[in-house]
């Protein structure tokens, strides 16, 4: 599986990007999807994650009310749509793959990763 991330950039506290993750393959819609995002001098966190179906999504508390996680299988991508962007939520993000379609929040249970798209958040 390759995972193809876009849509980042610079945008100012209070505006909106939604980032894209294009993947390869015909199993795509049996897999589980998670962005993570990775600041300067941090560890990698999850953002988000949605089940094959889209039926079953998870948030971390941080962005809450504020990203909203889908996916069109018909199309192999997940989405990331980020509203009410605060300068805190600059950094590079990655789509990842679970392929035993487990929505869950730890790195190391997802197998395919992108290469990251930076997001920049000015105050």
């Known amino acids: 599986v390759q995972l193809q991330a876009c849509g980042g950039g610079l945008v100012q506290a209070g505006g909106s990007l939604r980032l894209s993750c294009a993947a390869s393959?015909?199993?795509?819609?049996?897999?589980?999807m998670g962005w993570f995002r990775q600041a300067p001098g941090k560890e990698r966190e999850i953002v988000a994650a949605i089940n094959w179906s889209g039926g079953e999504t998870y948030y971390a508390d941080s962005v809450k009310g504020r990203f909203t996680i889908s996916r069109d299988n018909a199309k192999n991508t997940v989405y990331l749509q980020m509203n009410s962007l605060k300068p805190e939520d600059t950094a590079v993000y990655f789509c990842?793959?679970?392929?035993?379609?487990?929505?869950?929040?730890?790195?190391?249970?997802?197998?395919?990763w992108g290469q990251g798209t930076l997001v920049t958040v000015s105050s």
């Open positions: 990842a793959v679970n392929a035993r379609n487990r929505v869950v929040r730890g790195s190391g249970a997802y197998d395919y």
């Open positions: 393959g015909r199993t795509f819609s049996s897999y589980a």
